[in-house]
C-alpha cells in the first residue's frame, strides 16, 4: 500500500485526541460562563436602572406636586379678586359696584 492512497487520521494518538477534548471543553465552559456574565450584568443595570428611574419620578412627582399647589392657591387668590371691569366700575361709583354691588376691598 501507498503512503499517498492511505487516509490521514486527523487526531491520530491519544495525546491528539485529548487534547481536543480539553479545548472543546474549555471553549464550551467559556461560552456558558460569558452567557452566564452577561446575564447577570443585564440583571444588575436593570435593577440600577428601575432605582433611579423611581427616584427621578419621586422628585418630579414631588416638584409636580408643589407646582399644582401653588396653582391651587394662585387659582384662589383670583377667584377671591374682583373683576377688572368691576373695579373700573367701582372707581368711577365711590367703591361700590352698581352692577352687583360689590366693592373694591379684597
Known amino acids: 500500500m501507498r503512503l499517498w492512497n492511505r487516509p490521514l487520521p486527523v487526531f491520530p494518538s ?3 485526541k485529548l487534547l481536543l ?3 472543546v471543553i474549555v471553549v464550551v465552559s467559556a461560552l456558558i460562563m460569558t452567557s452566564i456574565n452577561q446575564t ?3 440583571r ?4 440600577a436602572t428601575i432605582e433611579r428611574v423611581a427616584s427621578e419620578t419621586e422628585l ?3 416638584a409636580m406636586a408643589e407646582a399644582i ?3 391651587r392657591e ?3 387668590i383670583i377667584a377671591q379678586t374682583p373683576p377688572i371691569q368691576g373695579l373700573v366700575r367701582t372707581s368711577h361709583n365711590g367703591g361700590i359696584d ?3 354691588a360689590s366693592t373694591d376691598s379684597i
Open 14 to 16: 491519544l495525546r491528539g
Open 21 to 23: 477534548l480539553v479545548s
Open 40 to 42: 447577570q450584568t443585564y
Open 44 to 47: 444588575v443595570a436593570r435593577g
Open 60 to 62: 418630579i412627582g414631588a
Open 69 to 71: 399647589r401653588n396653582l
Open 74 to 76: 394662585d387659582a384662589q
Open 98 to 100: 352698581p352692577f352687583d
